[in-house]
């Protein structure tokens, strides 16, 4: 299905970089001359309290923001926003549309029969990633976990190119950048982890890329079809 | 001999001093992908702001701390962190006072915790420009947005803008200070948007270049002599006319207030000069007409092309000013109107009672739909009221999805 507009809910864990994939992912759509917008729903900045990120990408000018109420795309950063409730809506895929899809980054399944058979009455595929075993083994840290989840979504819908990601990851992590204490400090964590800043940028870029692949392959095997039109349409 | 302009002439970083009119109306623009905070950030870049005083409070603290990185980086005069935010609105008062441009940024609960320096602010005319991320004010708490805390600051002869983008803080911010700053004005102007809607989001804005900016402000434009506490020629505390208890004492007081209302309403035709109008008017021949201002804006323009794609014509009139109260403009916009929906991100829906208090046959608004506490405001919600009002059968919405 070629949609006119992608709504992509991010439900993660405080400190997973949910808030940054949002970003980096509309970033992107903006690069590839898209139309987007993204925004944070958090509390007080908390790791591992719940915390919600949105991405709209579409053809046509967007004003819609706010908490994603009616999302095509759910990408679930952290089990335990399904296994123990951190997510905003109850259950995690509250108010999902028709044909969706629920991009889940775990290496088991944790769906109950119920919710596995609620998303197949409403045909919503989904899509298990290690993606935090992926982060770790590319990246060597957990931090990356959020290149994976980007990573994902882009190989399933193409909603971004790797082009764009790798321009957006070097605009948002290859300058100084300002923003909450907590950001902050996670920024500073990230950076200790490798030697210069371009090998950041470049086992990000490799993060995101093998999760593009992992998820563009189990795309077409499975024929799900959930994609953003040209930005020219 | 004529003095020399400053218009053409360098600051020490090199920004050429320009003329604001073709700065912000002709001079070429970048798109640039920005949250509002950085946008806030841009926007002080060329504005000439000689103190900035910051105190932290979500949704404002990026902003704030953002515009420490440009004072660092030697584009703003002064700045420092006030002990709170009443501290830090005093203060403002203080290099106002001082002849200097005054920037601020708060939300929520520090607005509140200010309040006593507003009218202040407007009584002693300090053209001082406030940025309010709204924010909830309640207890229980809530960091998210919530617009409850405009309400309290349309009384207190403060300029009241309410932005719906980031684009629109860009260009308002820098705007702000040409309005606020005109003699017959002198105002402090509040410049409101929607936390996190607003700061947190990242849009498409267009900057003006960075190597152009605002000419200073010329303390010599101001109306009113500086009131001292202590020197003449007002001496407030030490020779206070307006503390004693006398005819003449009640008299001056009045006619003060009289005053800075009326400078509220001089701002009116500087006002639509710089935005264009004080609303935006869009198909409003139509039988609905959605009035809104901040998000809620944004909002009812999804609304109002969902409804488009059932061949459902409503109209919208963004609301720009709440101070000056563009009542006029609204009257005329909505004489067609059978029904006049009012969405917003508050639970007391002052920005209907503003309207209903303006418009003749006033039952043909419709007060709604309100979120408040930091809800989102689905566009489904806005289109699935037209539709209740407009008699039609409207799908439950907590059934849908799950």
Redesign the interface.
Known sequence: MIKRRLNIRMSGLGGQGAVTAAHVLAMAAAKDGKYAISNPFFGAEKRMAPAESYCRIGVYRIYDRGELVYPDVIEVFHPQVITMGKSYTMPFYSGIKENGLVIINSEVPLLSDEDVKRLKDLNVAVFYIPGTQIALEIAGTELSTNMTMIGSVAGITKCVSLQALDLALQERFGKKFVASGGTATLDEAIKKKFAKKEMLLKKNLETVTRAYNIAAEWAEKNNVELCVAEASA | MATPSIIGQKNKKGQVYTDPWYMLHEAPRTPS?F?G?EVIKEAIRRASVDVMIAYPI?PQ??AA??IG?LFAEGYVGDYFRGESEFAVMSECAGAAFGGARVFTTTAGPGTMRAMENFPMWAGSRLPIQMIVTCRGINSPLS???DTLEMAYLLQTGMLVWHAE?AQDFYDWILKGYMVAEEPDVHLPLALCCDG??VT?????VELTPADMCLPPYDPYRSPVPCMDMECPPVRMMRDPFVMKSNYISYATHASWQQEVWAAVERSRKHTIAWLDGLIDAENVESDVVIVASG?A???G??AVAMLADEGIDVGLVKVKTIRPWPGEEIREATKHAKHIVIPEFNIIGWLAREVKATIPNNERVHAGPHVAGG??????IIVGEIKSLLGMKVETLAT???
């Open positions: 992908f949250t905070s979500t603290s990026e701390a953002l990185e960091i998210q947005p983008t996190f809607f947190h989001t990242k849009d498409m998000t804006v944004s909002q323009r999804e809800m989102t405001m689905p566009p489904e849908r999805g799950s």
